[in-house]
């Protein structure tokens, strides 16, 4: 299954998390972890929830629903631990320049970090914490977002296709609560959606993102009438509500 970022919706939900122990310090588990035995393990694991984790909508039925929220939690906790291995020099090295782990980076973000924004937002975390781009944003994302664009030889970005989504909430909360006008967010819109157009262009993102009632096609249906008339994602928009 080829995995694109989008941006659905999950039920609020409490469960706890897989992989959550924390790492020993001993040489046996240290070494244990520097095993290709266990490299494979945490791959494989990566692998079997991904194929579980649906979005909600794409089912009627609940139970789907939550355990594909069940695994979503799974698949951040097991990155979560990797991530902290590597931090540690518990992992080799070359895991972070490997094509087939940064391709699973790469899946793993686009497929999980945008229900982890849905859910930042819906909770009012940026009310307490601040923006998702801030100080909300989990390691787990930054780190395999460094390791694909290293790997693709790209610039380092700060808002990437798995994340552009906390940009769209962060100005539609702007606006939407008058805390800004259309004219002071307006080089914002216009950089958000060209980056969006090029995305899509490239095939990192999927144009599922584009359905009607989606939080971008909701958003993007709140600017200036004048502004949306010349967007670049007009067509796009256009197209899918059709």
């Known amino acids: 299954m080829e995995v694109m970022a989008s941006r659905p919706h999950y039920h609020t939900l409490t469960v706890n998390h897989a992989w959550s122990q924390s790492p020993s310090s001993s040489q046996a588990t240290v070494n244990h972890r520097r095993s290709p035995r266990f490299i494979t393990n945490k791959k494989n694991a990566f692998k079997k929830h991904k194929r579980k984790t649906k979005p909600s909508g794409s089912s009627t039925d ?49 497929l999980v970090e945008p229900l982890d924004i ?54 539609w ?20 959606e060209g980056q969006i157009k090029k995305w ?14 989606s939080t971008l096609v909701k958003w993007w249906n709140s600017l200036p009438q004048q502004h949306r008339q010349g967007s670049c994602i007009r067509s796009f928009i256009e197209t899918s509500v059709l």
């Open 62 to 110: 609940p139970d789907e629903d939550f355990q594909a929220n069940v695994k979503r939690l799974e698949l951040a906790a097991i990155w979560d631990e990797i991530i902290e291995l590597l931090r540690k020099y518990n992992l080799p090295d070359f895991l972070e320049g490997d094509e087939e782990w940064i391709n699973i980076g790469t899946r793993f973000r686009r």
């Open 118 to 171: 849905s859910n930042y937002y819906r909770h009012l975390r940026h009310l307490e914490v601040g923006p998702y781009m801030g100080k909300g944003r989990p390691g787990r994302y930054r780190y395999t977002q460094r390791w694909f664009e290293h790997y693709k030889r790209n610039p380092e970005e700060q808002i990437s296709e798995s994340c552009f989504w906390a940009t769209v909430e962060d100005l």
């Open 173 to 192: 909360y702007e606006t939407s609560n008058k805390m800004k006008s259309f004219e002071d967010v307006k080089k914002d819109v216009e950089k958000i």
């Open 200 to 213: 899509v262009d490239d095939k990192e993102l999927d144009k599922g993102i584009f359905v009607e009632g």
